[in-house]
């Protein structure tokens, strides 16, 4: 089993910087690729990032590209999602979600996805 923890999320205004942390533990060496979702309250969870923990795969869904940048640290069996430019429609509670599954393709769906987080909630005020 893999156990994933976010945190560092928080209230930031608009035009500020965040930076979001997802923390494995269990047997992470089973983790192929971690990606980044996140859902506000009544809609569906959107696809924000990928990364594979092997290197490369770094991916971004449409709305936050250019601001938004993917990170790994094997070493701490972390992923790490630093958010700049922030705007109040970055507002959402952010998850981690992670999977075994070896793929060519960037896992953009949340199907894909074996083990997920709890959230972290971050709203950025306007």
């Known amino acids: 089993q893999v156990h994933l923890v976010e945190s560092g999320g928080g209230l930031v205004q608009a035009g500020g910087s965040l930076r979001v942390s997802c923390e494995a533990s269990g047997r992470t060496s089973n983790i192929y690729s971690v990606a980044w979702f996140r859902q506000v309250l009544g809609k569906e969870r959107e696809f924000v990032s990928h990364?594979?923990?092997?290197?490369?795969?770094?991916f971004y869904g449409d709305s936050v590209k250019g601001r938004f940048t993917i990170s790994r640290d094997n070493a701490k069996a972390a992923v790490y999602l630093q958010m700049n430019s922030l705007k109040p429609e970055d507002t959402a509670v952010y998850y981690c979600?992670?999977?075994?599954?070896?793929?060519?393709?960037?896992?953009?769906?949340?199907?894909?996805?074996?083990?997920w987080g709890q959230g972290t909630q971050v709203t950025v005020s306007s």
């Open positions: 990364i594979r923990v092997g290197g490369g795969g770094e």
């Open positions: 979600a992670a999977t075994r599954r070896f793929s060519d393709n960037i896992g953009i769906y949340q199907g894909e996805y074996d083990y």
